[in-house]
């Protein structure tokens, strides 16, 4: 069936440094790929989203590359700060019975060292 | 303020006794979602309701129920029958629901259920 896959589970940067999560998606219809943030007692919040028409898109510190031929898309965060630290989850929309699903990966927890 | 509102926080459950975890949103939006999610897994959907009256299921709907009664409220109950019910629940929402429509899920702060 269709999955997304994440990676790494855990990531821990020196504030400052830049941060790289992948995702890998199965299904080659996906079109949408929206980055969700998870933080404990603020729900979780859309930081950035692309969709497949580009490959590229930046947003401050955060951008988003999709290459769709390998079916990879990646989130990066650069100059990081404390209040980055949170769970991160990657998405990709499957049409699915006439309406669109999401698939999330598995979360990549960011913990931004001082 | 708008937004999704999810009560409790937290629960406790004795084994075989039914639970039903709050959803609101006062969004006026379409579309409203149960996840689960449990550690090393992403979040896995429950039930989905695109419009009042109509829900479907999602990918691990078994001892699950929801109803869409009103546009603003999607209650789940983890029934008896669910056979690991501990996990951290997540009800979110989207203004639209529709064949072409993607866009942004707005999510409650989450309910997370302990079965003793």
């Known amino acids: 069936g269709e999955n997304v896959e994440q990676h790494p589970s855990t990531l821990s940067v020196q504030e400052g440094d830049s941060a790289v999560i992948k995702c890998t998606y199965s299904?080659?219809?996906?079109?949408?790929f929206p980055w969700y943030k998870q933080e404990l007692g603020k729900g979780s919040q859309l930081i950035i989203d692309i969709r497949s028409n580009v490959g590229e898109k930046k947003d401050q510190r955060i951008a988003v590359t999709l290459n769709k031929t390998a079916k990879h898309f990646s989130l990066h965060i650069t100059e990081t700060q404390p209040e980055d630290s949170a769970v991160y989850f990657c998405?990709?929309?499957?049409?699915?019975?006439?309406?669109?699903?999401?698939?999330f990966g598995t979360g990549t927890r960011l913990k931004v060292l001082a | 303020d708008g937004g999704i509102t999810q009560s409790p926080k937290y629960l406790f459950r004795k084994e075989g006794q039914n639970v039903t975890l709050s959803c609101e949103q006062n969004?006026?939006?379409?579309?409203m979602y149960w996840y689960r999610q449990d550690p090393g897994q992403g979040l896995r959907l429950i039930y989905y309701?695109?419009?009042?009256?109509?829900?479907q299921k999602g990918d691990i709907a078994e001892g699950y129920s929801v109803s869409r009664e009103k546009k603003e409220s999607f209650p789940l109950t983890v029934t008896s029958a669910q056979k690991n019910p501990t996990a951290f629940y997540l009800c979110?929402?989207?203004?639209?629901?529709?064949?072409?429509?993607?866009?942004?899920?707005?999510f409650g702060e989450g309910s997370r259920l302990t079965v003793l």
């Open positions: 309701s695109q419009i009042v009256n109509d829900f």
């Open positions: 998405a990709a929309s499957i049409k699915t019975s006439g309406t669109y699903k999401y698939i």
């Open positions: 299904d080659s219809a996906s079109n949408y």
């Open positions: 979110a929402s989207k203004e639209q629901a529709g064949l072409a429509v993607n866009g942004e899920l707005f």
């Open positions: 969004l006026n939006h379409d579309a």
